[in-house]
Antibody, heavy 121, light 109 residues
């Protein structure tokens, strides 16, 4: 079945970097965009950026420009999200989500299980 | 960029109809999609496009749009519909950025 499986929880110190993986299966990896979304404890969903697994092009939310890097490995059907210069406010659950791109809407139809990233000294 | 605004909380009596709204300038150009999130779980897509439901989503969920407002309607709310609901849409920047609403906590009484 179609699924996205993310890497496990991480604990990082302020100033460090974290790299979260998201392995896709059950569909043609290069046929769908992949988004990253995060959710701080008790807060709402926040869109971080998008990667096109076909060519590797990316686009990031302005808030994360310069700190986030999204990459993909087509040989393993895996996308990665690396966030640097971590601070306590980055403590959140990070999700990857498969995206449908249509002329008049975007929809995220399949979500990973989430990866908890805790930033603490 | 743009913003999407949702009411923080809404309640509905069991079996009644409830509408959850989402407002934003980007909704004049793009349809919203809607997601249901229960505690400790990943979000689930419930409505996308003009008014489409993914396979497995009950037909009591429907969507509509007018001007800068998108709505998610639950007709005959069930206890299991108690959850947080989020809208999202492409923003108006032209960069294929996406924006989420702040979410609405639905309580079924």
């Amino acid at each position: 079945q179609v699924q996205l499986v993310q890497s496990g929880a991480e604990v990082k110190k302020p100033g460090a970097s974290v790299k979260v993986s998201c392995k896709a299966s059950g569909y043609t990896f290069t046929s769908y965009y992949m988004h990253w979304v995060r959710q701080a404890p008790g807060q709402g969903l926040e869109w971080m950026g998008i990667i096109n697994p076909s060519g590797g092009s990316t686009s990031y939310a302005q808030k994360f420009q310069g700190r986030v890097t999204m990459t993909r490995d087509t040989s393993t059907s895996t996308v990665y999200m690396e966030l640097s210069s971590l601070r306590s406010e980055d403590t959140a659950v990070y999700y990857c989500a498969r995206g449908w791109y249509r002329a008049d809407y975007d929809a995220f139809d399949i979500w990973g299980q989430g990866t908890m990233v805790t930033v603490s000294s | 960029s743009s913003e999407l605004t949702q009411d923080p909380a809404v309640s509905v009596a069991l079996g009644q109809t409830v509408r959850i709204t989402c407002q934003g300038d980007s909704l004049r150009s793009y349809y919203a999609s809607w997601y249901q999130q229960k505690p400790g779980q990943a979000p689930v897509l419930v409505i996308y496009g003009k008014n489409n439901r993914p396979s497995g989503i009950p037909d009591r969920f429907s969507g509509s749009s007018s001007g800068n407002t998108a709505s998610l309607t639950i007709t005959g709310a069930q206890a299991e519909d108690e959850a947080d609901y989020y809208c999202n849409s492409r923003d108006s920047s032209g960069n294929h950025h996406v924006v989420f609403g702040g979410g609405t906590k639905l309580t079924v009484l």
